[in-house]
């Protein structure tokens, strides 16, 4: 499997990084792809590809969360890195109008130039959208077309809202949140496409059930594979393989 999206180098956890990692390679988990948050984890980030190479794929962008007076020179870091080295995506990017909608223009702004950079890369964006499906759809008619491909990260919305998704390029990552007894995706799920969906942790947020409120970690990614399978009625095993092979069509361009 593939975990799609995982935090791993973020200080939660700085006591037993190792351990979750060979755990998670235990359960099957190859691949760990590794969303950027702002420049002050980029060196976290880069120690993290250095000591698991086979294993860890980075992505590049600011969190639409610290968009802030400082964005312009948060960018600027972005972009020499996306012109210096390789890497899996931009990402994650995006709107986010649950904390704070003080910087909507701002961060709109950062949304547009980060998926001009995807674009001029050739590569996939992966987006981050809270309370703000409206404003992200809003900013994504206006880049549709073949270059702009990826994933919407942390899916929480509504069947209508997951196939104008699909109608942009846009595979759904599927986390925690699907094992939630009021997340509401289980219930429209198996209506989609099981070749438009990818698997997700976003560790250490969003711990799946049994484990909701603690952290979060990749191992957890078969519980939410199972989830998936239970949705679909379909083996486990078929869904691993599916969605692994999802994550591979996105991610390999």
């Not at 956890?13 to 590794?34: C, H, M, N, P, W």
């Not at 809202?161 to 509401?184: E, P, S």
Request: aromatic fraction near 10%; include cysteine; charge should be negative.
């Amino acid at each position: 499997m593939i975990d799609t999206h995982t935090h791993l180098y973020v200080e939660a956890f700085d006591e037993d990084r190792d351990s979750v990692i060979q755990d998670a390679l235990q359960k099957g988990i190859t691949g760990f792809y590794i969303p950027a948050i702002d420049a002050s984890y980029h060196e976290r980030m880069f120690n993290l590809e250095k000591a698991y190479s086979e294993h860890i794929h980075l992505m590049m962008g600011l969190h639409p969360t610290h968009v802030k007076e400082d964005y312009k020179e948060e960018l600027a870091l972005v972009e020499a890195q996306l012109q210096k080295r390789k890497f899996a995506a931009v990402g994650e990017i995006g709107i986010d109008l649950y904390w704070d909608k003080s910087f909507l223009q701002q961060q709109q702004d950062a949304f547009h130039l980060q998926i001009g950079w995807a674009k001029t890369h050739g590569l996939p964006i992966v987006i981050h959208c809270r309370d703000a499906f409206d404003e992200v759809f809003e900013v994504l008619d206006q880049h549709q077309g073949a270059q702009l491909f990826g994933i919407f990260h942390c899916f929480t919305g509504t069947l209508e809202q997951a196939n104008r998704a699909l109608n942009l390029n846009f595979k759904l990552g599927i986390g925690g949140v699907v094992t939630f007894k009021n997340g509401k995706i289980d219930q429209f799920l198996n209506q989609l496409p099981l070749e438009s969906i990818v698997l997700e942790t976003d560790a250490p947020y969003l711990s799946p059930a049994p484990h909701r409120g603690k952290r979060n970690e990749s191992g957890f990614l078969s519980l939410i594979r199972d989830k998936v399978a239970q949705c679909y009625g379909l083996p486990a095993q078929q869904i691993s393989e599916i969605t692994t092979e999802n994550a591979r069509s996105v991610f390999k361009k």
